[in-house]
T-cell receptor
């Protein structure tokens, strides 16, 4: 089954404790992206990646890191989480057929709470 | 920069009512346009899309037409069901090298029996 998986689905942590949210897709997609969803703000893009070792900032990259060492995985790293990073996070992937971002497939989301 | 504006919700309709959710965009050029739907507790999934002006996307009874004159992509459905209750997001992305995707803030739809 084609899917995007995220782990963990729920996470409660404390300020300053490094954490990683994993994202994996099994569709051989070139493009992967991370979003955060906050009430009244919709989805905002954090980082995206066009392919292995190619990443770029989205709208709200501050406080986040990503890496793309393998095509299927795109982890999101919070080196020193703060309460304003409490949010619902989504990973997404897409093929690049025709040279543009086609339909994105979303993971189920990770609800992060930073105390 | 690019932006997508959706009508504010929540929108509450009775079953079998007609639905319109407005979406307009600001961008230089002609992006691809999408509607995504998010059911409670789930991630987003594509509902429909249109990649060029005057294209009509359709799926599950929903339709939206890409209008470049009004820079709009309004979502419509003739007769909503309780199962359509969800949050609907309008989005745009670009062909070519620039892969950033811009989403609207989402419109929550509640359909009551």
């Amino acid at each position: 089954e084609a899917q995007v998986t995220q782990n963990p689905r729920y996470l409660i942590t404390v300020t300053g404790k490094k954490l990683t949210v994993t994202c994996s897709q099994n569709m051989n997609h070139e493009y992967m992206s991370w979003y955060r969803q906050d009430p009244g703000l919709g989805l905002r893009q954090i980082y995206y990646s066009m392919n292995v070792e190619v990443t770029d900032k989205g709208d709200v990259p501050e406080g986040y890191k990503v890496s793309r060492k393998e095509k299927r995985n795109f982890p999101l790293i919070l080196e020193s989480p703060s309460p304003n990073q409490t949010s619902l996070y989504f990973c997404a992937s897409a093929g690049l057929g025709g040279g543009y971002t086609d339909t994105q497939y979303f993971g189920p989301g990770t609800r992060l709470t930073v105390l | 920069g690019d932006s997508v504006t959706q009508m504010e919700g929540p929108v509450t309709l009775s079953e079998e009512a007609f639905l319109t959710i407005n979406c307009t965009y600001t961008a230089t050029g002609y992006p691809s346009l999408f509607w995504y739907v998010q059911y409670p507790g789930e991630g987003l999934q594509l509902l429909l899309k249109a990649t060029k002006a005057d294209d009509k996307g359709s799926n599950k009874g929903f339709e939206a037409t890409y209008r470049k004159e009004t820079t709009s992509f309004h979502l419509e459905k003739g007769s909503v069901q309780v199962s359509d209750s969800a949050v609907y997001f309008c989005a745009l992305s670009w062909p070519g090298g620039y892969q950033k995707v811009t989403f609207g803030t989402g419109t929550k739809l509640q359909v009551i029996p």
